[in-house]
């Protein structure tokens, strides 16, 4: 299996962070295009307020996205100085996760409209959850690092 080196795991993963910003970024632009293109095709299913809706919610799944996409970017820096285990990080963690978790209420949302939806819901909701046992644990041994800083 290949292996390579932490600094270059961290800066590949910046860089893949970075790109997937530009994605959102460029999703902001096609979003209402898309929006139209998912919908069904007969126009009496669905009615012009629901399209507002769905376009709102799709802005809002993507500002979220890029707000979690930015705290991860700022913890690959943390992880790149060295400082996993401090209290930032775990801020950090915590506010990746509850990204993820409201997207899941997003996504719940819009079940009425599309039954993929939750499927998504349950998987970020499931993702959300799993950071935050992430977050406990490097919370945890956080907490044992300053003790035995002290200690030292």
């Keep these: 299996m290949l292996r390579i080196s932490k600094n270059a795991s961290v800066t590949i993963s910046l860089i893949l962070?970075?790109?997937?910003?530009a994605v959102l970024v460029f999703c902001l632009f096609i979003m209402p295009g898309f929006v139209r293109l998912i919908l069904p095709v007969s126009?009496?299913?669905?009615?012009?307020?629901?399209?507002?809706?769905?376009?709102a919610v799709g802005y809002c799944v993507l500002a979220l996205?890029?707000?979690?996409?930015?705290?991860?970017?700022?913890?690959?820096?943390?992880?790149?100085?060295?400082?996993?285990?401090?209290?930032?990080?775990?801020?950090?963690?915590?506010?990746?996760?509850w990204c993820a978790i409201a997207v899941s209420l997003l996504f719940l949302l819009m079940a009425r409209y599309f039954l993929i939806a939750l499927a998504l819901a349950f998987t970020a909701v499931l993702l959300g959850l799993c950071?935050?046992?992430?977050?406990?644990?490097?919370?945890?041994?956080?907490?044992?690092?300053a003790e035995n800083d002290l200690t030292v």
Excluded: C, H, W
């Design 17 to 21: 962070t970075g790109v997937f910003f």
């Design 43 to 55: 126009p009496q299913t669905i009615m012009q307020g629901d399209t507002v809706l769905i376009t």
């Design 65 to 97: 996205a890029m707000l979690a996409d930015y705290l991860l970017f700022r913890l690959l820096l943390l992880v790149r100085a060295g400082e996993v285990f401090s209290a930032r990080s775990v801020a950090l963690i915590r506010g990746v996760s």
């Design 131 to 145: 950071l935050r046992v992430v977050k406990n644990v490097v919370e945890e041994a956080t907490a044992i690092k």
